[in-house]
């Protein structure tokens, strides 16, 4: 099992920029990807970035590739959510997600065993 934990959550303005964390412990030996998610109320959770833990190969939804950027820091089990120019549609809860299997591009949260707790993102107009 894999423990994970985010930080960096908060309230910018429209345009701003934010750049989440998230630590994974536990049995991070078997970590084959993390993701980043996000959620609104109502609504399913979505897709946002991941990235392959050994060759760092990365997915990004189309929403957010020109924006936001995902990285990893393998020596300190540590995958970040870098997101620039925000928009209020970014709103939601963020939640990371490691994956213990080989999957063909990790875009769907049934790719992922572990996830964290979440953390609020609010852009305002």
């Known amino acids: 099992q894999v423990h994970l934990v985010e930080s960096g959550g908060g309230l910018v303005q429209t345009g701003g920029s934010l750049r989440l964390s998230c630590i994974a412990s536990?049995?991070?030996?078997?970590?084959?990807?993390m993701g980043w998610f996000r959620q609104t109320r109502g609504k399913e959770r979505e897709f946002v970035a991941a990235?392959?833990?050994?060759?760092?190969?990365?997915y990004y939804a189309d929403s957010v590739k020109d924006r936001f950027s995902i990285s990893r820091d393998d020596t300190a089990n540590t995958v970040y959510l870098q997101m620039d120019s925000l928009k209020p549609e970014d709103t939601a809860v963020y939640s990371c997600?490691?994956?213990?299997?080989?999957?063909?591009?990790?875009?769907?949260?049934?790719?992922?065993?572990?996830w964290g707790q979440g953390t609020q993102i609010t852009v305002s107009s």
């Open positions: 536990g049995r991070t030996v078997g970590i084959y990807a």
């Open positions: 990235i392959r833990w050994r060759s760092g190969i990365r």
């Open positions: 997600a490691a994956a213990d299997r080989y999957e063909r591009d990790y875009k769907r949260s049934s790719d992922f065993r572990s």
